[in-house]
């Protein structure tokens, strides 16, 4: 059964980068046909997709955030990493990472896997 | 770049009843749309892909119709464990959520 699970830090200053990481197990992150996502979800609020990569390392972000994100992938230790810079109070969310699983390229895909979530709260 | 609408916002319903959930995009995404339940403090949970096939373990009382730009979520009997919120998703867009709250 393939699991993941995302640590890193929980609470962020302003102005600073939030960096995540997802570990996997039960599974290989190099697996073809599946992509590597992260999608965040503010407090009462709905869920927001920031961006997904390949194990080759091919990325494609939310063009919302695009600018400041950045997502990594280590094959080595079967995860990948998010980092979000210049972070300000509205980045404060529960952070899910997720697999992807492409159905028809470009059309359609969806989230087959999630992590269980972590709150990062952006505050002095 | 596509947006989804779900009516209604929240649904009140007893245990048995038939809860219908709608999603509308703003334009044609053929049948690729999916939906996910979320239950408080948990993760969503895929339920539905291509708009109406069942994802592993999803019971059948859940099911998805629709294509084009109009899609429908709906179970059949509700159960206990079933009031949560429900989102749609096709790509990277995800709809607000309909909340499906004990009546």
């Known amino acids: 059964q393939l699991q993941l699970q995302e640590s890193g830090s929980g609470l962020v200053k302003p102005s600073q980068t939030l960096s995540l990481t997802c570990a996997v197990s039960?599974?290989?992150?190099?697996?073809?046909?599946?992509?590597w996502s992260w999608i965040r979800q503010p407090p009462g609020k709905g869920l927001e997709w920031i961006g997904y990569i390949y194990h080759s390392g091919s990325t494609y972000y939310n063009p919302s955030l695009k600018s400041r994100v950045t997502i990594s992938v280590d094959r080595s230790k079967n995860q990948f990493s998010l980092k979000l810079s210049s972070v300000t109070a509205a980045d404060t969310a529960v952070y899910y990472c997720a697999r992807r699983i492409v159905v028809v390229p470009e059309l359609g895909y969806y989230f087959d896997y999630w992590g269980q979530g972590t709150l990062v709260t952006v505050s002095s | 770049e596509i947006v989804l609408t779900q009516s209604p916002a929240t649904l009140s319903l007893s245990p048995g009843e038939r809860a219908t959930l709608s999603c509308r995009a703003s334009q044609s995404v053929s049948s690729y749309l999916a939906w996910y339940q979320q239950k408080p403090g948990q993760a969503p949970r895929l339920l539905i892909y291509?708009?109406?096939n069942r994802a592993t373990g999803i019971p059948a009382r859940f099911s998805g119709s629709g294509s084009g730009t109009d899609f429908t979520l709906t179970i059949s009997s509700l159960e206990p464990e079933d009031f949560a919120v429900y989102y749609c998703?096709?790509?990277?867009?995800f709809g607000p959520g309909t909340k499906v709250d004990i009546k």
């Open positions: 039960g599974g290989s992150i190099s697996s073809g046909g599946y992509s």
């Open positions: 998703q096709q790509r990277g867009a």
């Open positions: 291509d708009a109406s």
